[in-house]
């Protein structure tokens, strides 16, 4: 699914780029977005959620653990990863 986005029904969008992702599995790993898929925040209603305080390639190491459980690069996104991992659970 990390990489095959034909079901997405979720963007973020992190500067100029946009991440297609899946509802089901951001909120079985993240409180954070599945309050903010089941309630009835704006995001749940625009089917997308824009982040400004997270580099890309930092949300998508995010996305990809959350996916897979692996990181890559971790050198390189470690301090903006562990960040990103408190903001969202």
């Known amino acids: 699914l990390f ?13 100029r780029q946009t991440f297609p ?3 089901g599995v951001l909120s079985a790993v993240s409180p954070v ?3 903010m898929f089941e309630t009835s ?3 749940a209603k625009t089917g997308e959620v824009d982040v400004d305080d997270i580099e890309p390639e930092t949300m998508q190491e995010l996305l990809r ?15 903006g990863l562990l960040a990103a991992a408190h903001k969202y659970e």
Do not use: C, P, S, W
């Open 3 to 15: 990489q095959d986005k034909r079901h997405a029904d979720f963007n973020i969008v992190v500067g």
């Open 21 to 23: 992702v899946h509802k």
């Open 33 to 35: 977005f599945q309050t």
């Open 41 to 43: 925040m704006k995001e």
């Open 65 to 79: 653990f959350a996916y897979t459980g692996d990181v890559e690069g971790l050198e390189k996104v470690a301090e």
